[in-house]
């Protein structure tokens, strides 16, 4: 792939654009919660795309095109069941809790409804997790960049955490989210023409249906059985494990995306964020996932279109979108779709600082360091801590580049922390006697069930560290049957030690669980600004494409 | 500089230089035969007409604010 003068022109407008955002919005920063929390000031659109845009990073774009590959439609399940439903169900119950009692971080809220150990050890295990996933998204763009481009690795890194570094610490969240947004309409915009051309090339759709082979053209088929389906995944695990445990996880409890619909300027726009963005989000396949499924077609009719294999010998599955890029981009929209991949690196990036800087700032430094410091001083302390995070993932991103194995090790580890979670949340959030004590050991337990799952099972060659109990048919059915494991695990725990431990008082309670909250009265009037009547509209959608694409 | 702060001033500007870019290189540049080069005008275009349409929407809930 060689980029000329036009391409390089059109990645040069997009960083003076960016730039440009960053140094504009830098006027309107006076204080702590301008940087960190955008004064709750943001539109609902820009929020709702900010919303889909902050998980719009690298493992999306590329993920999902090379599980196109691998999988085929079946990987729609990480939309139209992994994610429509869960960002449903944080507009309409979750988010009076996390934007009605004023937390400004998903910390915060489990301080004011638990008590300060499950705040610090949501706190530091989502502080270090964000910067490592951002030194992880640095390292993979500069990868990409090397073998795609030729580009040196250490001018791809400096280059684009500098420009990330600009944007956030001149304009704090409101330049990342404006950022995000511009970065939406650029990968829908800039793959949207690689579908369409790919699509054409093949022969459309009845070509694609000719050429790729039919186990991988539904999208509930075979799931009676892990033996099945190219997941490797039966239905429970997969309704259970990635429906509920994991999207739900993700979705409704991580702060790096939650914190999108917390800066909206009230709380039915906080609620209608998630379920906005879910509208483009059911329909984000069409971009992220058909070009693998293309490029399987084309596969099947030209020569060229062969994935390249990686150091260990294996399939390249990530390199699906670049391989399209190159075989069917000319120069000039290629400089638009290379853009495209930038963006949605430096989208995962920012997204992951500006989460960082906000929990460190409230609930490490304001939390266990300095209490009662002016706005101020936070303000400080907010761009300190963006600028840290920022050399902290350039240098993950080279300890990732000569230690891939620890990468990967942290990764498992984090999702360890991260598969009971929601456990934690919706107990404290729909059973008023869950106690403190209760949510920390079960959030304990329940990763250590994880990590003993993982040490017990393999698939794919990976876990069994314990012994081996039980091989999966894939790494994401494994993924999926931790995930349900650890919650059940947390839940159990949760449950029993709240028995035996004495809740908190029904009045410190009101406003962050569901029976002690009074119930908007407002919610009715209009249904376009009524969050249950939009949420049961994409509900039904959804389905409906569940039983087309069947 | 208070425009610069409507993002859909600035999303429109940057779609609108990016489309120009795009027409203007199938104009002028080279016409490769191996892909299909037209996609850059049609490209060039869909980015003139989203990004002008941005840019007219900004001014136009500005009017509507006012």
């Known amino acids: ?550 | 500089m208070k425009k610069l702060l409507d993002l859909r001033f600035v999303i429109g500007g940057f779609f609108t230089l990016v489309g120009i870019f795009l027409s203007v290189y199938y104009i002028l540049g080279p016409k490769d035969t191996t892909v299909n080069t037209q996609v850059n005008i049609w490209c060039g275009l869909l980015f003139l007409l989203f990004g002008i349409g941005m840019v007219i929407l900004s001014y136009v809930s500005k009017i509507n604010e006012e």
């Open chain 1, 1 to 550: 792939m060689k980029l000329e003068l036009i391409d390089y022109l059109v990645i040069a407008v997009y960083f003076l654009f960016v730039v440009t955002i960053g140094y504009v919005l830098k006027k309107k920063i006076k204080t702590g919660n301008d940087f960190l929390m955008s004064n709750r000031s943001i539109p609902l659109w820009i929020t709702s795309l900010a919303f889909i845009s902050a998980n719009l990073g690298a493992q999306e774009v590329l993920g999902m095109a090379a599980n196109g590959v691998k999988y085929g439609l079946y990987t729609v399940h990480f939309y139209w069941l992994g994610a429509a439903l869960a960002m449903i169900f944080l507009g309409v119950f979750m988010m009076p809790f996390y934007y009605g009692s004023k937390a400004r971080s998903v910390p915060e809220y489990l301080a004011l409804r638990y008590d300060e150990k499950t705040r610090g050890f949501n706190a530091v295990t989502f502080a270090v997790m964000t910067v490592f996933s951002s030194g992880i998204s640095l390292y993979a763009l500069a990868m990409l960049l090397n073998i795609i481009l030729g580009w040196d690795f250490n001018v791809s890194v400096f280059l684009a955490a500098g420009i990330v570094l600009i944007y956030t610490f001149l304009g704090g969240l409101t330049s990342a989210v404006y950022n995000e947004v511009l970065q939406f309409f650029l990968i829908v915009l800039g793959i949207a023409p690689l579908v369409i051309i790919g699509m054409d090339k093949a022969g459309g759709w009845q070509g694609i249906l000719q050429h790729v082979e039919d186990a991988k053209m539904h999208i509930w088929k075979g799931m009676g059985s892990a033996s099945t389906n190219p997941m490797g995944v039966d239905a429970f695990s997969l309704v259970f494990g990635l429906g509920f445990v994991l999207a739900f996880g993700y979705w409704c409890t991580d702060f790096l995306v939650v914190q999108r619909a917390m800066i909206s300027r009230n709380l039915n726009e906080a609620q209608r964020t998630p379920i906005i963005a879910s509208m483009p989000k059911i329909l984000m396949p069409a971009v992220v996932i058909m070009p693998g499924i293309i490029l399987l077609a084309l596969q099947g009719q030209f020569s060229g279109f062969d994935l390249p294999v990686n150091a260990n010998g294996d399939t390249d599955y990530n390199m699906a979108l670049p391989t399209l890029l190159a075989k069917l981009y000319p120069n000039g929209i290629l400089g638009v779709g290379i853009t495209a991949l930038i963006a949605s690196f430096m989208s995962g990036m920012a997204g992951n600082v500006t989460a960082f800087n906000t929990v460190f700032t409230f609930d490490i430094y304001q939390s266990y360091i300095k209490k009662n410091a002016s706005e101020k001083h936070y303000l400080y302390v907010g761009k300190a801590s963006t600028i840290a995070g920022i050399l902290i993932s350039i240098a993950t991103a080279y300890i990732a580049r000569s230690f891939n194995s620890i990468m990967d090790l942290l990764q498992l580890v984090f999702s360890f922390v991260n598969a009971p979670l929601f456990a934690t949340f919706f107990l404290g959030m729909f059973w008023k006697k869950t106690t403190a004590n209760g949510a920390f050991y079960g959030l304990l337990s329940g990763t250590a069930a994880a990590a003993l799952t993982h040490g017990l099972t393999t698939a794919e060659g990976k876990g069994g560290w314990i012994t081996n109990l039980h091989t999966f048919y894939s790494g994401t059915s494994q993924a999926f049957n931790i995930a349900w494991i650890a919650f059940v695990v947390c839940f159990i725990v949760t449950f029993l030690i709240s028995l035996v431990t004495r809740p908190k008082a029904e009045k410190d309670l009101v406003g962050l669980v569901y029976s002690l909250t009074p119930k908007q009265k407002d919610m009715a009037k209009v249904w376009y600004k009524n969050p249950l009547v939009l949420g049961l509209i994409i509900l039904g959608v959804t389905l409906a494409l569940n039983i087309f694409f069947y």
